[in-house]
């Protein structure tokens, strides 16, 4: 793993709704930032836990579904070229003698900015680990629980555990780089998306990847290197499956992780900030969204959208010090319509 090196205005930790909404409030104001987030894909709950849902109490929009509304916050904050470093945990935050912020994340990245806006929603979403034993001698060699790197599992034969839609589109992504993909599910039904479920029924059809109804119940393998998984059915009994890599799909929970460690204020696992610019107890950091607290806090994404927008008025001014911020609209200003590309 090689480390990366950037310096920007502003580091965004959470490419949730309010992150990214985050993107276009600096955006507007003229600051570039740099997004991390864990999950592979940006959106934060609205993607992972209800992209099919209808929110109904959007400003203007009277019905848009999760995955709808991320899509376009996205378009809209596409103008500012936000970059974007997902399936990245921040991890460590560090006070530099230059005044800026340096933010490390899990994957080697490490970014300098003056300011850092922590949208880390209900916090980092975390892999279920499944209740066997012995799993973390494996962890990190042969069992994963994310994918970061389809090229790293070419020629291996994996395990795939779990119904919903990361075990089944891991099994057909990663299905022509192994050398065997065996997807593992206690019972004949999946959560994940028909349309998947069929890809993959076709493909066992087709003898290209294998299908056990199953419990995971143990694991075998030495020094980290797994060379099977015990499985046990009702009606097959118990069985070694022979495999390089086991890949367990059993969810998300959501955990504060890393970021209670930043030695930011707490106040029952949230961060407490002001209501005037959304800072937290340590100068240059912002917490906006649900990560945040303030008394009267409702946990709404248009109130992570007004945090968003006065917390960029105050990062304005601790990354251009020497300038005046002029209050304009996107209707009327012609500065802000260019930067909008409209203009
Ligand atoms: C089922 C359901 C229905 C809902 N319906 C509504 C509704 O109708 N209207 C409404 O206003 N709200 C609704 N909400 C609430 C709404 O989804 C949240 O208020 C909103 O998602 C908060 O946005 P956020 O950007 O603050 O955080 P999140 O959406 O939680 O995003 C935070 C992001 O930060 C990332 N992150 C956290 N820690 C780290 C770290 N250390 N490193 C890297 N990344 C990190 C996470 O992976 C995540 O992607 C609903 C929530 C649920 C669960």
């Not at 340096?102 to 949208?119: K, Q, S």
């Not at 990354?319 to 500065?335: A, G, I, M, N, W």
Request: glycine share 10%.
């Amino acid at each position: 793993m090689t480390e990366q090196r950037v310096t920007t205005d502003v580091v965004i930790v959470g490419a949730g709704p309010v992150g990214l909404f985050a993107i276009f409030e600096l955006g507007l104001l003229g600051l570039k930032a740099h997004v991390v987030d864990i999950l592979d894909k940006p959106g934060g709950q609205c993607a992972e836990l209800y992209p099919e849902k209808p929110i109904y109490d959007i400003p203007a929009l009277p019905v848009v579904s999760g995955g709808e509304l991320v899509e376009r916050l996205m378009t809209q904050a596409e103008p500012f070229e936000p970059v974007f470093h997902l399936g990245h945990m921040a991890e460590k935050l560090e006070k530099l003698d230059n005044g800026n912020w340096l933010l490390t994340t899990d994957y080697g990245m490490v970014l300098e900015a003056p300011v850092i806006v922590v949208a880390a929603g209900g916090g980092s979403f975390m892999p279920k680990k499944p209740p066997i034993a012995g799993i973390d001698a494996f962890e990190g060699n042969s069992v994963f629980y994310a994918v970061r790197k389809m090229e790293a599992f070419r020629g291996k034969h994996l395990v795939v555990a779990g119904g919903g839609d990361s075990a089944l589109d891991w099994t057909l992504n990663l299905q022509p780089v192994a050398a065997s993909v065996t997807l593992v599910h206690r019972r004949v039904d999946f959560r994940a998306a028909p349309d998947s479920v069929e890809k993959m029924r076709a493909m066992v059809e087709a003898g290209k990847i294998n299908f056990r109804i199953a419990q995971i119940s143990g694991l075998e393998g030495e020094g980290g290197q797994l060379t099977g998984v015990k499985l046990k059915s009702p009606e097959e009994g118990e069985w070694v499956e022979p495999c390089d890599i086991l890949l367990p799909f059993y969810g998300l929970t959501m955990k504060m992780g890393p970021i209670a460690d930043f030695g930011l204020n707490l106040h029952e696992n949230h961060i407490a900030v002001d209501t005037e610019k959304f800072e937290t107890s340590v100068p240059q950091i912002f917490a906006i969204g649900d990560i945040n607290t303030y008394p009267g806090k409702l946990k709404l994404i248009l109130s992570g959208f007004h945090e968003a927008a006065l917390m960029a008025q105050q990062a304005f001014r601790y990354v251009h010090p020497d300038k005046k911020l002029r209050f304009q609209y996107t209707t009327s200003s012609s500065e802000l319509q260019q930067r909008l590309k409209v203009a």
